[in-house]
């Protein structure tokens, strides 16, 4: 099976997932959800590591790499921080 | 570094995958949710460490600067903003995530083009990865503008609009076919610019109180970003991880657009309604209408005697950053053994959930935070309903009255308590333009003024009076 059709399957049942784990989660959670959504979607963090370290990468893809590695960082760090923040105010001990 | 193998990496990207599956099913619960997106931080922990190591990342100096820059920001970001201003914060995060897909995708081509690995396969996927994320970004951009006052919150509508958008995305995706058969740079560069001004023409129509359907479709644009990036690198981490996001977004704009009996469709190209004009005298105004204006003191009396308070949240407790003294005001309402609950609408504010971030950042306990369907029973028996800067999802009209813009909208039966008032600053109605008949009940009133002021007002009138 060509590679591109792998990836196609995993897509494809990865949206299953999807789909009913997000069903699952409880509506006061939604913002919470949204940010932690946003955080781990700064994984293409990934992706903007594999561009910008590349063995003789040009230096406009380097350049470029970089700035993806910057912004997908703040999202990392800003999405799960923010979120830990939120969830916390969400677990605090009851009276 | 130490290098570890194609295979190795393979296994810690299926390990990274699995938390972030675990983290989201956290969420089911706000016990276990912070447990979740502790689990989330493990998962990219490692994704991005089974990156650094493995033997496709040669130099670390552009990116060592690029996590320490971006992380720096991130982290003053995440600690200094405040509750209130967590869509505006949603949507920025957004952007980044589309810039950086595109950012990815362009580098991506850059590094192919060098090493001679182009294919028309390869440059399709950098296409939608590129399309997408450049819609993400600035439709973000234009959400952020309007959730921050910079731009207008109105629908802004022109004539030829959907000509317009149509024509912009059969020309971008005209262009994507012809630089994946071609390589052409020029069509490159033109498909990327157009795309970010679809994003732009896509989102500047959609009113403020759509922003939650907005911001969780931007959300899931982001995912499918992430996913498309995942096909380009052939990295199924970043397959499997957008679309996880991007089915979260999708499956929240439902819900929201379920909440407001409206289809995905009308609310993208619909442009609902204008905002009224804002009266001179609120309260001349009412007079006129012919709705009861009350002082603080009446509803006080109400109130502090009452076996059941059921207070509803609206985007106007969000603007006056009302709900600390909400906590106080349920407190001193508690203690003289009243029993306050808190009624969310799906829709209530700017994005999903977002009241209930609010209302748990004044400690106010999520059991006494009740979901509408949940609630709507509840009204009957409560003494009274307060509504605090909420409009739309407390109109009896959408219950009843066919010819309502709104009819057929899920509301909160809030005029069924034996006494509603409601807090409120004008006589103006909410963003559908429509009639609140709320307000025109017998057994309601209108407390005129900012609810924060208002709601201090009564936790001062309660301390003040002796039980």
Avoid at chain 1, 68 to 82: K, T
Avoid at chain 2, 131 to 151: D, E, R, W, Y
Wanted: charged letters at 10%; one cysteine or more.
């Amino acid at each position: 099976m060509p590679e591109t059709l792998v990836a196609l399957y995993i897509f494809v049942l990865s949206c299953f997932i999807g789909y009913w784990v997000i069903w699952g989660v409880t509506p006061s959670l939604h913002t919470p959800l949204i940010a932690l959504t946003n955080a781990i979607s700064g994984i293409v963090i990934v992706g903007a590591l594999l561009v910008t370290g590349l063995e003789g990468v040009g230096t406009t893809a380097e350049i470029i790499g970089f700035f993806a590695v910057l912004l997908a960082s703040i999202n990392v760090f800003g999405g799960f921080l923010v979120t830990n923040r939120m969830l916390a105010m969400f677990n605090k001990k009851k009276k | 570094m130490m290098e570890i193998s194609v295979n190795a990496q393979a296994i810690a990207y299926l390990v990274s995958a699995i938390l972030f599956i675990l983290a989201l099913k956290g969420l089911t619960h706000p016990a276990s949710a912070q447990r979740g997106n502790y689990l989330a931080m493990a998962g990219m922990v490692i994704a991005i460490v089974a990156t650094l190591m493995g033997s496709e990342v040669r130099s670390y100096g552009f990116i060592l600067a690029g996590v320490a820059v971006g992380g720096v920001i991130g982290t003053v970001i995440a600690m200094r903003i405040q509750m209130t201003a967590m869509p505006q914060l949603v949507a920025a995060l957004h952007s980044f995530v589309g810039m950086a897909a595109v950012l990815v995708a362009i580098g991506t081509f850059l590094n192919k083009q060098a090493d001679g690995l182009l294919n028309s396969v390869l440059m399709g996927e950098l296409s939608a990865g590129i399309i997408i994320g450049a819609i993400t970004f600035s439709g973000s951009v234009i959400a952020f503008g309007k959730l921050q006052g910079m731009i207008s919150g109105r629908p802004v509508k022109f004539k030829g609009q959907h000509l317009l958008n149509a024509l912009l995305a059969i020309a971008t995706i005209g262009f994507a076919v012809h630089f994946a058969l071609t390589e052409s740079t020029v069509s490159l560069t033109i498909m990327t610019l157009l795309a970010f001004t679809l994003g732009f023409t896509l989102i500047i129509p959609i009113g403020g109180a759509d922003m939650p359907v907005i911001v969780s479709m931007l959300n899931s644009y982001s995912g499918w970003a992430a996913a498309a990036t995942g096909f380009t690198l052939q990295n199924n981490l970043l397959i499997i991880v957008g679309a996880l996001v991007g089915f979260s977004g999708a499956i929240l704009s439902l819900i929201m657009c379920r909440a407001m009996n409206r289809s995905i469709f009308n609310v993208v190209f619909g442009g609902f309604g204008t905002a009224g004009v804002e009266g001179d005298s609120a309260a001349d105004d009412a007079m006129q209408k012919g709705v009861k204006s009350a002082a603080i003191e009446d509803a006080i009396y109400w109130m502090e005697d009452a076996n059941k308070v059921i207070i509803i949240p609206g985007y106007g407790m969000a603007v006056a950053q009302a709900q600390h003294s909400m906590k106080e005001l349920m407190e001193q309402l508690e203690a003289r053994g009243v029993e306050v609950k808190f009624a969310i609408h799906p829709v209530a504010g700017r994005m999903p959930g977002h009241m209930n971030v609010l209302l748990a950042e004044a400690d106010i306990p999520y059991e006494n935070v009740v979901e509408m369907d949940e609630i709507n029973p509840e009204f009957a028996t409560a003494d009274v309903a307060l509504v605090v800067g909420a409009n739309d999802v407390v109109n009896p009209a959408a219950k009843d009255d066919p010819t309502s813009p709104i009819y057929g909208m899920p509301v909160l039966d809030a005029g069924k308590a034996h006494h509603v008032f409601v807090i409120k600053r004008s006589m103006r109605p909410g963003y559908s333009g429509v009639e609140n008949r709320l307000y025109y009940q017998d057994n309601t009133s209108l407390i005129f003024g900012d609810a924060k002021d208002v709601s201090e007002g009564m936790v001062n009138q309660l301390k003040g009076s002796a039980h």
